[in-house]
């Protein structure tokens, strides 16, 4: 037996190279769902600051507007006033008029914008009663001079008016710094949000690196896995085809030396066994033509008895030695001697075989032709024992140098793949097959009878 290959231990096992590759795309896809998630989850918090801010700056314009709308309306009934105080015209009240009706609301909104703001509830407080106070000396001018009275002048409602305008001015201060930390605020966030993307962008960028490098590692990995997969079949099949060798050349010894063994029990039986037979036999013919028995019954009687029984001896020695070495297949070849089988085969009258020999098989050497002799002796042997059949053909032919052997009978049949296991006449023949590279095939269905293929190289 020759020595089985060492392994290479320092190359990559190609199940480590398997579950590598399988490793990295999971760990990719875990990464690339994160990433997925957190920019998922950046992008809906980064939106959210963004509409909050938006609907800050908003409220703060409004707010803005409101307080300016507010400031024009003082300014509208104030003018009104004064064209009514200089032309008594009733015309110049309709923006006072306007104005007063509104201005109570807005100041009530104003209070309410304002009402958040630190440090403005005093000075709203004033701007509220300051508003109250103009609208009051306002309303006390206009009714003077409704009455036919001419004010000399508004010193009064001036000097409220220039307060008033200081202290609104303080409030549209509060609300433009609250405005600035609103702008602020939002410079912030939209700098969070730009980095945010950089920063998602950066390692989607490198997600993509990264899953470009794993797949070209992945292809480098697949490249070695095949290499080491087709040299460690290689060396498989290297190994297998040197174990074949081996099991053929074992087979061919083990059936070379079971024949060698058979030839020497034949020559033993006819050298020894025969030659005293034949000795015993002559002895016996001699004995009987010597003594006086011709006048004794029971002693002829019994010396007849004991010739028959020496010829029958000498008779089963030839068969047994016929069966261990075919003469005729050392004489006259293999389909001369699967003639005589077969005649002797239909001796016996339970099945009769029907056969067809190609000539030119006379010339195959001395070991296929009595491979190819045992073949169909065990075939026989078996349809005998086992087939119950009625008929059996037997046909060899020579086709393209090999020679073909088929055996087709009609008897119950069997399941090859329950049964082959168990029948080592089918192994042994499969094994002489084999010895020459041949082919070896059954065919069986129970109760559809058997048909053997035997195909060996006739050199």
């Known amino acids: 037996m020759a020595d089985s290959p060492v392994p290479d231990l320092s190359a990559p096992h190609p199940k480590a190279l398997r579950r590598l590759a399988r490793a990295w795309p999971h760990v990719l896809l875990a990464v690339g769902c994160a990433l997925a998630l957190t920019l998922l989850v950046a992008s809906y918090y980064q939106s959210s600051l963004g509409l909050r801010a938006l609907a800050q700056n908003r409220d703060h314009a409004a707010r803005q507007e409101r307080l300016m709308a507010l400031q024009m309306m003082l300014v509208d009934a104030e003018t009104g006033v004064r064209g009514y105080l ?54 006390e001018a206009v009714a003077a001079r409704t009455l036919g009275d001419t004010p000399d002048n508004d010193w009064e409602g001036k000097l409220v008016m220039d307060e008033l305008r200081g202290r609104l001015g303080r409030l549209q201060g509060a609300l433009a710094q609250e405005g600035q930390g609103l702008i602020g605020r939002s410079i912030e966030r939209f ?28 292809a480098e990995l697949r ?26 050349e074992l087979a061919r010894y083990l059936t070379d030396a079971r024949e060698e063994e058979k030839a020497r029990i034949a020559r033993e039986l006819h ?5 005293l037979l034949t000795a015993a036999k002559l002895d016996a013919g001699w004995l009987g033509r010597k003594l006086p028995i011709k006048d004794d019954a029971q002693a002829a009687e019994r010396l007849a008895r004991l010739q028959r029984t020496l010829g029958e001896g000498i008779s089963l020695k030839r068969r047994i030695i016929d069966d261990l070495q075919p003469p005729l297949l050392k004489d006259l070849g293999l389909v001369e001697a699967l003639g005589a089988l077969v005649d002797q085969f239909n001796e016996a009258g339970d099945v009769r075989v029907e056969a067809e020999l190609a000539a030119g098989a006379e010339n195959l050497d001395r070991d296929r032709a009595l491979a190819l002799f045992r073949i169909v002796q065990e075939a026989l042997t078996n349809v ?76």
Do not use: C, W
Request: net charge neutral.
């Open 86 to 139: 200089l032309t008594a015209e009733p015309v110049y009240l309709e923006p006072y008029e306007q104005a007063i009706s509104k201005l109570q609301a807005a100041k009530a909104q104003m209070e309410q914008d304002v009402a958040g703001l630190p440090g403005v509830g005093e000075e709203m407080a004033e701007v509220g009663r300051l508003i109250d106070n103009k609208v009051e000396v306002m309303a």
């Open 191 to 218: 700098k969070l949000t730009q980095v945010t993307g950089v920063v998602l962008a950066g390692g989607t960028l490198a997600l993509l690196v990264l899953l470009f490098s794993v797949m070209q590692r992945k």
């Open 271 to 275: 050298d020894e066994l025969g030659a």
């Open 223 to 248: 490249g070695e896995l095949s290499r080491v997969l087709a040299s460690e079949n290689a060396r498989l099949d290297v190994q297998v085809r040197a174990r074949t060798a081996e099991l053929n």
């Open 384 to 459: 005998r024992k086992y087939a119950a059949a009625k008929v059996v053909r037997l046909t060899l032919t020579m086709d393209g140098g090999a020679v073909n052997l088929r055996i087709e009978d009609d008897g119950r049949g069997f399941d090859p793949a329950q049964v082959a296991a168990d029948r080592h006449g089918l192994a042994g023949m499969k094994h002489r097959v084999q010895t020459y590279s041949g082919r070896f095939a059954v065919e069986s269905v129970p109760g559809k009878g058997t048909i053997l293929r035997v195909s060996i190289p006739a050199a």
